[in-house]
Structures are given as C-alpha cells and as structure tokens.
C-alpha cells in the first residue's frame, strides 16, 4: 500500500483496549472539527465530527472531546480492534464559516493494533 | 450510491511538464475541494469549487489551477511540474451548502503523481 506518512507519531495498543489519540488545533476561529481514518491506499474516512459549542459527541465506540481553552481534540476508541489499525487525522476547518471546503489537517497519528 | 472516482490512479512524469487530474463527486454534491499529501507536508488544501466557481484556495503557487464542470466533475492542473510535486493527490465532494450547515467530504481514493 501506499505511505501517508514517514515521520507520524505512533500509537500501539493491545486488541480490545482503549485508545486515545490526540491533536492540537491551530485556529481559535476554527467552529467545526473532524476526525478521519485513511487506510493504507485509500482516501481519508469520515469518522465523527464536533461543532465548537459542544465538548463531547460519542458515535459508536467512538468519543471526541474538544477543548476549546487549550485547542485540543481526542479521539477515543472504545475496545480497539485490528481493523482500526491506521492513520487517524483530526481537521479544523479554519473559521471560513458555512464553506466547509477547506479543511485544514493535522499531522495524523499512526494506530497500530496488535491482536 | 458510487462515491468519489478520481482519474489516473497513478501517474509518472518528468520535470517540466504538465497534468490534470480528473475527479467525479458524489451524484448530487456541488462541492469539489483538492488536497495535496506528503509524508512531509501532511494533508494541505488545494482549492474548493462550487457550482463551477472556485470558493477558496489554499496557498499554493499558480502553477496549480482547477476547474469545475456544470455536472460538478472538476479537474486540477499543474505545469511545469518540479520534483516536490510528488504526492498523492486527493479531492473530496460534499453538499456544499453554506450558511452554517456543515456537510461531510467525502474523499476519494488518490492520484498518486510522480515526477522524475
């Protein structure tokens, strides 16, 4: 498959624990942020989003916590499994209000499941 | 419902030259956004069209330019094209609707452009 990454940080986890990947945001204007999932050759997957004015939205075995004051954002997995195993990226859009188009990306972090 | 096609999946080319990348968006979206992936720089925005008229741009020179069609089919192009143009292009299709409605991109699955 292809490589999206060479220099991303790394989580490894046993299967059926938790995980917790994390992400500093850059723009304080920034009201809307999404968590995607890329696997090796495809495009990034939606996984959950957050509007500004909420801290916490669940989805299924998936939690996003949004701190505004320090701009940080979580991604929690709940009992991780092998096909979690990926590159997850969280994406702010910046602040440009309704137009979504223009996303503005993290670095990404490697998830790696060991069964 | 086909999601995001995007044409070539693999391209090789020589400094110099140019491109165009060809991306089909989901049946009904009107939204196309571009972004440009390397291991070094990450996932950087492009440019966003909507209903055929670009909406915003990233910071990228011009030799990087798009265009969208009245079926929202869009095309990126780049000339003279250097060896830091190697990367894994992507676009992405939303709804696109403005006025605080946030629509889920939907990405395809990349062109991976090499340049020799």
């Known amino acids: 498959g292809e490589s999206v990454g060479l220099h991303l940080p790394t989580l490894s986890v046993q299967e059926g624990d938790n995980s917790i990947i994390n992400c500093a945001y850059s723009?304080?204007?920034?009201?809307?942020f999404i968590w995607y999932k890329q696997e090796s050759g495809k495009g990034p997957q939606f996984i959950i989003d957050?509007?500004?004015?909420?801290d916490k939205r669940q989805g299924q075995r998936v939690t996003v916590l949004l701190n505004k004051t320090v701009k940080h954002l979580s991604l929690q997995i709940a009992a991780t499994q092998p096909g979690d195993s990926a590159v997850y990226f969280c994406?702010?859009?910046?602040?440009?209000?309704?137009?979504?188009?223009?996303?503005?990306f993290g670095k990404g972090t490697k998830l790696s499941v060991k069964p | 419902k086909a999601g995001v096609t995007q044409t070539p999946r693999y391209l090789i080319k020589t400094r110099g030259q140019q491109v165009t990348l060809s991306c089909s968006p989901i049946?009904?979206?009107?939204?196309v956004s571009w972004y440009q992936q390397t291991p070094g720089q990450g996932l950087q925005f492009l440019f966003e069209?909507?209903?055929?008229?670009?909406?915003n741009k990233g910071n990228f020179p011009g030799r990087f330019s798009g265009r969208q069609f009245s079926n929202s089919r869009s095309e990126m192009n780049v000339s003279t094209l250097e060896l830091g143009d190697s990367a894994l292009y992507l676009c992405?299709?939303?709804?696109?609707?403005?006025?605080?409605?946030?629509?889920?991109?939907?990405f395809g699955p990349g062109t991976r452009l090499t340049v020799l």
């Open positions: 049946s009904g979206h009107r939204s």
């Open positions: 992405a299709s939303s709804l696109g609707l403005a006025g605080g409605v946030y629509n889920e991109q939907f």
């Open positions: 994406a702010e859009n910046g602040g440009y209000g309704g137009s979504q188009g223009n996303l503005i």
């Open positions: 069209y909507f209903s055929e008229t670009q909406r």
């Open positions: 723009n304080s204007a920034s009201d809307y």
């Open positions: 957050i509007r500004s004015n909420m």
